[in-house]
């Protein structure tokens, strides 16, 4: 049989597992006596083995199956859980992928590097411990059973109710994975539903018995490991794996509709024929749903791309000889796939930057009253058409006056300025080849990660934004659309010409009425409800002759908390616009971000609303 058709199914599926394997180390590394974590991690590698063989990549499957044999002898209980047999199993799976990526590369067999990390898993499998608290481990081959609870409506306290059910069934084996957190247990919000995996040797009806003993309790459903895997079964079957390159090119398809939708819908528009308005009116709507349905399945979790992270804080913490913890929020936030691949490198450059300049060794934070252990967030947020990217740390933050005077040294500020705001903060950290490190390192200070954040922002049609106060640490929020295929825009003329502005930004439209313009720091500012928005007249930015009309609009465009209140001739309605391939010219301003098809076949410039700001 030839198998080199599932090469590229073994390598997606595998990369799954292989995350999977590393949030499953990193659990067990924060709490060593946790059972499901060395489960999951088992499960996880004799499945990546099972694939390999089945392939008849053996370097793969060698490998997988030392580490699984060293697994077993852990939950047997015959080796110590310690950092040493933790950092192992790290290395471990870094070289199962590896060995994944060679046997991609059409490489099957064991690599030469591959022979002393066999050693040394074979040697630790093998060595003799003298067990004394094994129980707990050796449970881990149980299953274990998921417990739903559910408290009365009318219960008092229920948080103590929950918490007293969990202590109960903790006295007959061993409780994890409790959902909400036990934290939620003491919030006024608490609707008493809360759930939990047990292992042990206790029967259901027994669990059952000892959690109703907790009183006022209303619901108990006890379901086994078996039957929740069968139902994960049935899960996957209703999922297939599509190849992207095939999603890119419906997605231009779809998007060649659009324009011929547009197109039919200006035409009809045009003649007084029933038939034909009705046609086109349904055509429309068709294609409008099945745009829909195909950028939905080009949409992925940012969780995708959170995953990759906390190894890497994990294994930079170390090296630096820090403490750091990596937290998550936001990861069911989808993104066009297209860009989800695009803003991996930005976050990652960040994140290395938070844990190398942001946070502080362990006695630095003690003698500035913070816990030891720093704290980096990364987080997704859904706003209108658009998802901000946070990346924040708790550590020193950023010393202006340093940046200051840095940048005065090489020429990037006028000497007059007293202080930098946090747009020019930015403005100065982003410039290539800037950095306040003193020695450069292999992880920063080549002035080079703050730089790809921002190109990579702008190539998106994103922004990013830094809010820092030296001590509380630093926040950088990067903006990115949902798709970069087919969006939405607000179309504007100037003279003869006509601009698409991206609805994503695009706050309101004015009038822009002479009687309420002002000035501020010599620039003209469009007063809206007592706020002075800076003015940019796209007629003069583009050139266009001409005396403008008497009356015109303004757009105020809107990117992060910045403003500016873009002055057109006139303003000709929304559309969806497909974002055509768009090799701009040498001396092309930076305020266009790309091109389109309007309705009428004729061309138009996309305009970036973030350089316009």
Not at 40 to 58: N, P, Q, S, V, W
Not at 74 to 92: K, M, S, Y
Not at 289 to 307: K, T, Y
Request: proline share 4%.
């Amino acid at each position: 049989m030839d198998l080199s058709k599932y090469a590229a199914l073994f390598l997606a599926e595998s990369r799954e597992h292989l995350s999977s394997c590393n949030q499953h180390l990193l659990e067990w590394e924060r709490d060593p006596a946790a059972i499901e974590p060395v489960a999951g991690l088992f499960r996880a590698i004799h499945t990546i083995k099972g694939m390999a063989a089945t392939m008849g990549y053996d370097g793969v499957s060698t490998l997988s199956h030392r580490t699984e044999n060293l697994l077993d002898a852990v939950r047997a209980g015959r080796v110590a859980v310690t950092p040493g047999l933790i950092q192992l199993l790290f290395g471990a799976i870094d070289g199962i992928t590896a060995a994944v990526g060679r046997a991609a590369a059409g490489q099957y067999e064991a690599a030469p590097d591959d022979a002393a990390l066999i050693q040394a898993l074979d040697h630790v499998a093998e060595a003799p411990f003298d067990v004394t608290a094994t129980a707990e481990l050796a449970a881990v081959r149980d299953t274990g059973r998921h417990v739903s609870v559910r408290i009365r409506p009318d219960a008092q306290v229920r948080g103590g109710r929950a918490m007293l059910a969990i202590r109960r069934a903790e006295a007959l084996g061993a409780v994890s994975d409790v959902r909400p957190g036990i934290g939620a247990f003491e919030r006024d919000d608490f609707d008493g539903r809360f759930s939990f995996r047990f292992t042990g040797a206790a029967v259901s009806s027994e669990l059952e018995q000892a959690v109703r003993g907790a009183g006022d309790i209303d619901q108990v459903v006890i379901s086994d490991g078996a039957a929740e895997k069968m139902q994960g079964r049935a899960v996957i079957r209703r999922q297939i794996r599509i190849d992207l390159g095939r999603l890119d090119a419906l997605m231009k398809q779809v998007g060649e509709l659009v324009v011929a939708r547009n197109r039919l819908v200006d035409l009809a528009a045009g003649r007084d024929d029933p038939g034909l308005g009705e046609t086109a009116d349904q055509i429309s709507r068709l294609v409008g749903e099945l745009q829909s349905e195909v950028l939905q399945a080009r949409m992925n979790p940012v969780a995708e791309v959170f995953d990759r992270f906390p190894r890497v804080v994990r294994d930079l913490a170390r090296d630096l000889g820090k403490q750091a913890r990596f937290e998550a929020e936001g990861g069911d936030i989808e993104l066009d796939r297209a860009v989800l691949d695009e803003i991996g490198d930005p976050l990652l450059h960040l994140i290395r930057n938070a844990v190398d300049h942001g946070l502080e060794t362990p006695d630095e934070r003690v003698a500035r009253g913070k816990p030891p252990e720093g704290k980096v967030v990364v987080s997704a947020a859904r706003e209108r058409n658009s998802v901000i990217l946070r990346v924040a740390d708790d550590g020193r933050g950023i010393d202006r006056t340093a940046v200051l005077a840095r940048a005065r040294r090489d020429g990037l500020v006028d000497a007059s300025v007293e202080t930098l705001s946090d747009d020019m903060l930015l403005r100065v950290l982003a410039r290539p080849g800037f950095s306040t490190a003193g020695v450069v390192s292999g992880v920063s200070g080549r002035g080079v990660g703050v730089d790809v954040a921002m190109t990579r922002a702008r190539a998106l049609g994103g922004t990013l934004t830094v809010t820092a106060s030296e001590g509380a640490g630093v926040v950088f929020a990067l903006r990115v659309p949902l798709t970069l295929a087919i969006v939405r825009a607000l179309l504007a003329g100037v003279g003869n010409e006509r601009y698409a502005v991206p609805i994503a930004y695009v706050a309101e439209t004015v009038d822009f009425n002479l009687k309420s313009v002002t000035a501020v720091r010599d620039r003209q500012a469009l007063v809206v409800r007592n706020q002075a928005i800076p003015t940019v007249h796209l007629r003069d930015l583009v050139g266009t002759p001409g005396e403008p009309p008497g009356r015109r609009p303004g757009v105020i465009l809107e990117v992060g908390n910045r403003k500016a209140a873009l002055i057109v001739d006139r303003l000709l309605g929304q559309q969806d616009i497909v974002v055509e391939p768009f090799e701009a010219p040498r001396g092309m301003p930076t305020f266009f971000g790309g091109a389109t098809i309007l309705a009428d076949g004729a061309p138009a410039l996309i305009l970036d609303a973030a350089a316009l700001v």
